[in-house]
Nanobody, 126 residues
Framework: QVHLRESGGGSVQAGGSLRLSCATS????????MGWFRQAPGKEREGIAT???????SYVESMKGRFTISRDNIKSTLYLQIDNLKTEDTAIYYC????????????????????WGQGTQVTVSS
């Protein structure tokens, strides 16, 4: 059975940093394209970034600079470093995995992946 479990979310003040983790099991992690997505209250899910098995990354333009995606194939874990957090970063953050195709350039139902985690809440206060 496949599990993707996000952690590292919480309540932080604007300007702070967080490192989200996504621990996986049940998949050959190194064979999968991994990605981070988020859904803010009242908004559609949106992509942040993806990273493939060769560590090639793709970022949504608006996410470049403050978000850094990385992976550890030994630990089968995906990471997202978020720096200089803003109140508009408040959202549930999800990790996703797909063996063949995963794009961060999506919104709502068009954000498609084979596997999704349950999400971790990030709340940023001013």
């Amino acid at each position: 059975q496949v599990h993707l479990r996000e952690s590292g979310g919480g309540s932080v003040q604007a300007g702070g940093s967080l490192r989200l983790s996504c621990a996986t099991s049940g998949i050959i992690f190194s064979n999968y394209i991994m990605g981070w997505f988020r859904q803010a209250p009242g908004k559609e899910r949106e992509g942040i970034a993806t990273i493939d098995s060769s560590d090639t990354t793709s970022y949504v333009e608006s996410m470049k600079g403050r978000f850094t995606i990385s992976r550890d194939n030994i630990k089968s874990t995906l990471y997202l470093q978020i720096d200089n957090l803003k109140t508009e970063d408040t959202a549930i953050y999800y990790c996703a995995a797909d063996q063949f195709r995963l794009s961060p350039y999506c919104s709502g139902i068009w954000c498609s992946a084979t596997y999704w985690g349950q999400g971790t809440q990030v709340t940023v206060s001013s």
